[in-house]
């Protein structure tokens, strides 16, 4: 099997790493921080000292990190991925991150002579500890085929939504719609506990209703409904609010570029921008509950 560099082993990345390992490929990995690196090394990962290190041999690249800055920087800097990698090397970022920055660092990558998929993922920290994320795609259709066994190995579902930075513009969209449908599960829960109705028993109602939707049926944001969701372990772990928020600020900005109005949008942005101003951010965006 190719092998294959991985940097960025946050929550989302380092069960995505994982999954590469059991999958049978050989796995060079970065990140700053210790523990992450640790863990894939007993895993039976090698540990590279740079990023420049780290993908020195690849034949594919995959990137996983938190904002627009931090890919632009991890790919044009001057010790970066396009200034170390191997020649003709596949390159994959799966971070959420501005379809325009997504298309900048693509366009770098064509001119020296490397491909490069932006493909950001939906599905989780539970989605990437079971290798069940689903990969939206963006790049050319030989690309995609070429990068499939890697994604396949991580993934359960592959969408190819266009050419570079579509993939970006197809999560933003599916996040934008996810927040919003988190705070009206959220109110309608909230609503119906008010008024004398068990959580349980109206999430169970509701998800076989006009009403049903994923948060529902699968991230209940009530305490105790559901065992495998965040909110049953104090909030920790998920999707942090301040992700949330960052994906929907990302929202307004695609939104502002395409002249289209977001008015549920921008409403679920600035509950959001509240929640983490109340110190709050790091807690999975279903804790928006806690202050509904």
């Given at each position: 099997?190719?092998?294959?560099?991985?940097?960025?082993?946050?929550?989302?990345?380092?069960?995505?790493?994982?999954?590469?390992?059991?999958?049978?490929?050989p796995l060079r990995?970065?990140?700053?921080?210790?523990?992450?690196?640790?863990?894939?090394?007993?895993?039976?990962?090698?540990?590279?000292?740079?990023?420049?290190?780290?993908?020195?041999?690849?034949?594919?690249?995959?990137?996983?990190?938190?904002?627009?800055?931090?890919?632009?920087?991890?790919?044009?800097?001057?010790?970066?991925?396009?200034?170390?990698?191997?020649?003709?090397?596949?390159?994959?970022?799966?971070?959420?991150?501005?379809?325009?920055?997504?298309?900048?660092?693509?366009?770098?990558?064509?001119?020296?002579?490397y491909t490069m998929?932006?493909?950001?993922?939906?599905?989780?920290?539970?989605?990437?500890?079971?290798?069940?994320?689903?990969?939206?795609?963006?790049?050319?259709?030989?690309?995609?085929?070429?990068?499939?066994?890697?994604?396949?190995?991580?993934?359960?579902?592959?969408?190819?939504?266009?050419?570079?930075?579509?993939?970006?513009?197809?999560?933003?969209?599916?996040?934008?719609?996810?927040?919003?449908?988190?705070?009206?599960?959220?109110?309608?829960?909230?609503?119906?506990?008010?008024?004398?109705?068990?959580?349980?028993?109206?999430?169970?109602?509701?998800?076989?209703?006009?009403?049903?939707?994923?948060?529902?049926?699968?991230?209940?944001?009530?305490?105790?409904?559901?065992?495998?969701?965040?909110?049953?372990?104090?909030?920790?772990?998920?999707?942090?609010?301040?992700?949330?928020?960052?994906?929907?600020?990302?929202?307004?900005?695609?939104?502002?570029?395409?002249?289209?109005?977001?008015?549920?949008?921008?409403?679920?942005?600035?509950?959001?921008?509240?929640?983490?101003?109340?110190?709050?951010?790091?807690?999975?965006?279903?804790?928006?509950?806690?202050?509904?």
């Open positions: 099997m190719q092998p294959i560099a991985f940097i960025g082993l946050g929550n989302m990345g380092a069960p995505m790493a994982l999954n590469l390992l059991k999958a049978g490929f990995v970065f990140d700053l921080a210790a523990e992450p690196l640790r863990r894939l090394a007993e895993a039976g990962a090698q540990v590279a000292s740079s990023p420049a290190d780290a993908v020195a041999s690849a034949e594919i690249v995959i990137t996983m990190l938190p904002a627009s800055k931090h890919v632009r920087s991890l790919y044009l800097g001057d010790a970066g991925v396009l200034a170390s990698a191997k020649p003709g090397a596949l390159l994959i970022d799966c971070s959420t991150i501005a379809a325009d920055a997504a298309r900048d660092v693509a366009a770098a990558a064509t001119a020296l002579g998929i932006d493909a950001p993922v939906s599905g989780g920290t539970g989605g990437a500890t079971a290798g069940t994320l689903t990969f939206i795609v963006g790049g050319t259709a030989e690309a995609l085929e070429r990068a499939r066994p890697a994604l396949s190995a991580m993934g359960k579902n592959i969408f190819h939504a266009g050419g570079s930075g579509a993939g970006q513009v197809a999560k933003i969209c599916n996040n934008m719609l996810l927040g919003v449908q988190m705070i009206g599960t959220i109110e309608a829960i909230n609503l119906g506990v008010a008024s004398g109705v068990d959580a349980k028993v109206l999430s169970e109602i509701m998800a076989k209703s006009s009403g049903r939707n994923w948060t529902l049926e699968v991230y209940n944001p009530w305490p105790g409904v559901m065992e495998t969701a965040p909110a049953s372990r104090g909030y920790a772990g998920g999707f942090g609010s301040d992700l949330m928020l960052k994906d929907l600020g990302l929202a307004a900005e695609a939104a502002e570029t395409a002249q289209q109005p977001i008015a549920l949008g921008a409403l679920a942005r600035e509950l959001y921008k509240q929640h983490s101003e109340a110190g709050h951010g790091a807690l999975d965006f279903s804790s928006l509950r806690e202050q509904a």
